[in-house]
């Protein structure tokens, strides 16, 4: 399990609330809730702390789809 030094957690912030962060097993923590009145948890991804909000990283786990190759008539003519 990751431990996030004391001196890191007395200076992060929750991006969502603004409170102070604690640590949970491998996730920190708000220790105020948000406007729904839930908790925002944070994970720790390899000893680093991914302060994403929780939109965020729920759009950072979808695959963007494939680019697919552009056809001889979108190709832009060299010069």
Avoid: F, H, K
Avoid at 37 to 64: C, F, K, M, T, W
């Amino acid at each position: 399990m990751p431990n996030i030094s004391s001196d890191l957690l007395a200076i992060l912030r929750c991006p969502v609330t603004g409170s102070a962060l604690v640590q949970e097993g491998e996730a920190l923590r708000s220790s105020a809730p948000d406007a729904a009145g839930s908790y925002v948890e944070y994970p720790i991804d390899e000893s680093i702390p991914v302060l994403l909000r929780p939109e965020l990283r729920a759009a950072e786990n979808v695959s963007a789809p494939a680019p697919t190759p552009a056809s001889p008539a979108e190709e832009s003519p060299s010069l």
